[in-house]
């Protein structure tokens, strides 16, 4: 015996092994489920219509059943092409703990290094060269064993595992799936650079900002195309915007904010200058690190447009041999 509650069981054991998908896929899997239900049992009554209203009602059906596993089926958009889309989502925000189950601490240290430079990169920029990317690597090596070319293996397997993602340039940025899953930790230990869109309200990584000194006003390219149609000003200090989202004097967020000279400098790392403490960056707590804090407070009051890199080491040297060979080996054994 069947029954309409199969058809939401069906849909979310879809959803399950996808985890995100456009809302055309979404809708499409719906539709399948209803069809498989309703061919073994033709007396089940079943929206006749389906259309928006339908599939509302079958949402919240659906995260009412998974509500207690602290799931949610949740729509957004891609932040590029502003395509409709749809992911499972963990609304705990201790999610990055959960990629225990595929990486090891080392790596998860090294992830968590990664996502810091990509969101204290200099004007907005959200990015990491490869090359900074691998410098990460020797910051964590108190604590670590792994070599860069361990590091190149572990970057590429974040990228297939769709937790970052690497431009066109070789730069990495943070995914969908990142900005999706890890949302309450990137909001937690960033609150100064976590940037949302002043249309959407969605997070915000790449799109454009407002010339204007000071002015919060950010947005998604495609809210930005959709608002510029209907107003030129800017909805928060009214200055005159040009027509295109890349028209000067608008500004660039994501990788389009990168500067020349900026791939030579690590992020904002007062503390490196003054003292070599490492230990209290390492320390691998969820929380953001005494470090952390303090960069933020240099951060502050400070306009995007004069960001003084000036307290950074340029050039940062090479580390000398990135590790022996017994501990290539401890590390690939710990990996067992
Ligand atoms: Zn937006
Ligand atoms: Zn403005």
Redesign the pocket.
């Known amino acids: 015996m069947v029954s309409y509650a199969d058809a939401q069981r069906l849909f979310l054991q879809a959803v399950f092994s996808r985890g995100i998908m456009s809302g055309k896929v979404a809708n499409l899997l719906w539709e399948k489920c209803m069809n498989a239900v309703a061919a073994a049992d033709d007396s089940i009554e079943f929206p006749r219509v389906r259309g928006k209203e339908e599939w509302g009602t079958f949402l919240v059906q659906v995260n009412r059943s998974i509500d207690s596993l602290d799931l949610e089926f949740r729509q957004f958009h891609d932040e590029s092409s502003g395509k409709e889309m749809y992911a499972l989502v963990n609304r705990k925000s201790d999610k990055i703990a959960q990629m225990a189950t595929d990486y090891t601490p080392t790596e998860i240290m090294y992830f968590k290094a990664l996502i810091e430079q990509i969101m204290l990169a200099p004007h907005e920029s959200f990015c990491v060269s490869s090359l900074a990317a691998l410098r990460e690597v020797s910051i964590i090596k108190p604590k670590s064993n792994m070599s860069k070319a361990q590091a190149e293996v572990v970057l590429g397997s974040f990228v297939a595992k769709g937790w970052l993602l690497k431009t066109k340039q070789g730069r990495y940025c943070l995914s969908t799936r990142t900005l999706l899953e890890l949302q309450g930790y990137l909001k937690n230990a960033y609150p100064d650079e976590f940037l949302e869109c002043t249309i959407c309200t969605e997070v915000l990584t790449r799109g454009v900002a ?3 000194k000071n ?3 950010r947005m998604h390219t495609h809210c930005f195309i959709a608002y510029r149609r209907r107003r030129n000003l ?6 005159d915007w040009p027509r295109a989202p890349t028209d000067k004097p608008l500004l660039p967020v994501g990788e389009a904010a990168v500067r020349h000279g900026d791939d030579g400098k690590r992020r904002v790392r007062m503390r490196d200058v003054e003292d070599s403490e490492e230990d209290e960056f390492i320390d691998g707590e969820e929380t953001p690190g005494p470090r952390s804090q303090y960069t933020r407070e240099i951060n502050k009051g400070k306009a995007r447009t004069n960001y003084n890199m000036d307290i950074d080491k340029e050039d940062e040297e090479e580390p000398k041999s990135s590790a022996t060979s017994t501990q290539a080996a401890n590390y690939r054994s710990s990996r067992m």
């Open positions: 407002c010339h204007t002015c919060r006003t800017c909805p928060t200090c009214s200055t």
